[in-house]
C-alpha cells in the first residue's frame, strides 16, 4: 500500500463458502475440460470459457477485477522482483528454444498483438480468486486455510498447463537443463503474482511481467498459435 494515496486492499474482500466450493469446481475441472475440448474441436472454446472465467465469473463474485482500481504512487519492490524472475525465464528460453520449421510471420504477429495481451491481462486473474476465496475466507487468517488456498492454486496453475497448454503451447525443450529452469522460474514468477496483487491492489502490475513472458519467446520461436485454434 502507497503512502499519501488511497489504494485498493485485496484483504477487504469477503469470500463466502460458496466460494469455496466455486474456486475448487475450477480449479480441478477446468484443466481437464480444457485438455478434452481442445482434443475435440482446437483451443479457442476453451480459452474463451477461461477467459470468460476470468473477466465474468470473477467480477460477479468479487465485484472487481483489478485493471480499475485506483494505482499507488509507485509500484511495489515485489514487482521488479517479478520482472527480474520473468527475463530470467527468458533467458533459459532463449538458451533451450522450440523454433518453429518456416515461421508464417502473420500468424506470429497476430499471437503478439492479440493472444499475448489477452492471455497476459487473463489468467491470473482466476489464479488469485481461487488462492483469494480459500486464504481470505476465515474472519482471522489461519494458516489451514493458506495453506489449502496456495494447494489449489498450484493444482490449477500446474494442470492447466500441464493438460491444455502444454498440447500445443512450447517454446522451452522441457528435456535440457535450460528447459527445466525455464519451468522453474516460471513457477516462482506464478507466486509472485500473488505477493504483487496483496501489495499493490492493481493487476496491471501481474499483467506486465506476464506480458513479457508470453511475448519474449514469440521473437525467436517462430510460434503461431491460430493453427491451434480450430480442428
Not at 155 to 162: E, K, Q, S, T, Y
Amino acid at each position: 500500500m502507497s503512502e499519501g494515496r488511497k489504494t485498493y486492499d485485496p484483504t477487504t474482500w469477503k469470500p463466502g463458502r460458496l466460494d469455496l466450493i466455486l474456486s475448487a469446481v475450477i480449479a480441478f475441472s477446468l484443466p481437464p475440460l480444457a485438455g478434452w475440448l481442445y482434443d475435440k474441436k482446437g483451443a479457442l472454446i476453451p480459452m474463451l470459457i477461461y477467459y470468460g472465467l476470468a473477466w465474468g465469473f470473477v467480477k460477479l463474485r468479487r465485484g472487481v477485477i483489478g485493471y480499475l482500481t485506483p494505482m499507488p504512487e509507485k509500484p511495489p519492490v515485489w514487482f521488479y522482483i517479478n520482472v527480474a524472475v520473468v527475463i530470467t525465464a527468458l533467458a533459459f528460453a532463449y538458451m533451450s528454444p522450440v523454433r518453429v520449421e518456416n515461421p508464417w510471420l502473420p500468424g506470429v504477429v497476430l499471437t503478439a498483438l492479440l493472444w499475448a495481451p489477452v492471455n497476459a491481462s487473463s489468467e491470473q486473474i482466476l489464479w488469485l480468486y481461487i488462492f483469494d476465496s480459500w486464504d481470505l475466507y476465515p474472519e482471522e487468517r489461519r494458516i489451514g486455510y493458506r495453506i489449502a488456498g496456495l494447494l489449489l492454486f498450484m493444482a490449477f496453475v500446474g494442470m492447466i498447463h500441464v493438460m491444455f497448454w502444454t498440447k500445443f503451447l512450447q517454446v522451452a525443450r522441457p528435456d535440457t537443463v535450460f528447459g527445466t529452469l525455464f519451468v522453474l522460474a516460471t513457477t516462482i514468477s506464478g507466486f509472485l503474482h500473488i505477493v504483487v496483487w496483496r501489495r499493490s491492489g492493481q493487476m496491471v502490475f501481474t499483467f506486465i511481467p506476464h506480458f513479457l513472458l508470453n511475448l519474449g519467446p514469440l521473437l525467436w520461436t517462430g510460434y503461431s498459435i491460430l493453427p491451434y485454434l480450430w480442428k
